[in-house]
């Protein structure tokens, strides 16, 4: 660690920050997309069922592990279309929890259960099992496991639970591609697992999903969801109502291209968080990382989990220290808010074609609380993304220099706010 933390001006009143090497953009492509996608435009095939969405989706399969995979149009409509494969209905109940991005609650509603929220683990951010079983009734059919930032959920415990309400399990992979359970991929574990390709992910082609499944029936009604009523073949009618959820050879092409480099972008994360880790474990302040399940034998790490104390911050509150140490040159962020707070639950009631709120449901979005989902969301939860655990070790060590200088001088940084109120 630099000795010049403990004597130099803080980048937040005029001092020079303390990094200096620029972080890695994302996101990144090479030259075998390029090609691919001119001989795609030039070839006229550019939808259903192209070759390069066919090969994109026999090697996720074999990335993830599971027995079927298929490309969508983007990570929300998975959701929407696994939870009705797995035989969720208008009017059951889907246990989701109370930190993740809207479209995990916007799924279940929008194919017409009713979405349960429940609170979250204090340490993971993930799904908390012992809620979610005190939430079963005999109107639940679901439980979405969201994997969330850099951890996963206590698959052990959630499975467990699965099978003894006869529940189904549908995960939440868009922050997971290549993490792994006990060895077992995530999105391979439950009954269906959705991923997301949106650009800030680790497999991305600025919009995309794909819904992967070990089940034969759980994938062909998934498939007659996605391409209107037909089965995998795309020729023979299926026997369920389905939409037009295609994804484009463009987008299979981006991905392919993606899984060429994902093994050793998984690796190089996995270094520089545990270098991070370890650093942060040696110095005295409000900030750490979340502790990873020794059952995680793979972690991806869309994000970096970190919890922020504000006790041990000198009365400065998250927000002024992640300004601190953006001045620095290091760039993080607070978590989602709760989910339950997301403006736009506020037009379901008026705009949403679907009725939504069964009377029969007690839980009011607008009256929940859970709290700690609150405590993480309004103080805790801090975030690093992906991209940036890509960089140097030289820049790792930058990192950490900026965090030692900044809680080396948490009362200017207390001063700094105070004087410009």
């Given amino acids: 660690m630099s000795s010049l933390s403990h004597i130099s001006t803080l980048a937040l009143t005029g001092g020079e920050p303390a990094v200096t090497e620029p972080g890695p953009k994302w996101p990144v492509t090479g030259e075998q997309e390029i090609v691919w996608m001119t001989e795609v435009v030039r070839s006229g095939k550019w939808s259903w069922v192209g070759s390069h969405e066919q090969a994109f989706c026999e090697e ?76 079963i009734t005999p109107k639940t059919k679901a439980i979405i496991p969201v994997h969330l930032y850099g951890c996963m959920c206590d698959m052990d415990a959630l499975l467990n639970i699965a099978r003894r309400h006869g529940l189904k399990i549908v995960e939440d992979v868009a922050h997971q591609h290549g993490s792994r359970w006990r060895d077992v991929g995530a999105g391979a574990i439950g009954d269906a697992g959705s991923f ?29 969801l996605k391409h209107v009523g037909f089965m995998p073949d795309v020729t023979t009618p299926g026997n369920h109502y389905g939409h037009n959820y295609r994804a484009t050879e463009m987008q299979a092409v981006l991905l392919r291209g993606g899984l060429t480099r994902i093994e050793d972008q ?16 040696t110095l005295s302040g409000p900030l750490r990382a979340a502790q990873r399940d020794p059952r995680v034998t793979r972690q991806s790490y869309y994000t970096m989990t970190l919890h922020f104390a504000q006790e041990q911050a000198d009365g400065i509150t998250r927000q002024q220290y992640l300004a601190a140490l953006a001045a620095e040159g290091f760039y993080m962020s607070p978590t989602y808010p709760a989910v339950y707070q997301h ?37 805790e939860g801090v975030v690093l993304s992906h991209q940036f655990l890509l960089g140097s070790e030289t820049l790792m060590r930058q990192y950490l220099d900026a965090v030692a200088k900044v809680n080396d001088h948490l009362g200017q940084v207390k001063m700094h706010f105070t004087s410009a109120t």
């Fill in 196 to 224: 997301s390709f949106q650009q800030s992910k680790v497999l991305t082609c600025g919009e995309g999903g794909a819904i992967t499944c070990n089940d034969d029936a759980v994938y062909e009604t998934a498939f007659c």
């Fill in 266 to 281: 998984m690796r190089i994360r996995e270094e520089r968080e545990a270098m991070l880790r370890e650093g942060l474990d």
């Fill in 343 to 379: 403006r736009l639950l506020n037009l379901y009631d008026s705009t949403s074609p679907i009725p939504y709120r069964d009377p029969a449901v007690v839980q009011n979005y607008a009256a929940l609380r859970l709290p700690v989902t609150e405590r993480v969301v309004n103080e």
């Fill in 60 to 135: 996720f399969a074999r990335f993830i592990g599971s027995r079927h995979a298929m490309l969508l149009a983007n990570g929300t409509v998975t959701l929407q279309c696994a939870l009705q494969a797995v035989g969720v209905q208008p009017g059951d109940e889907v246990i989701i929890p109370g930190l993740t991005w809207v479209a995990t609650l916007q799924a279940a509603l929008d194919v017409g259960a009713n979405g349960v929220l429940v609170d979250i683990d204090p340490e993971t951010y993930c799904i908390d099992p012992a809620a979610v079983e005190a939430a």
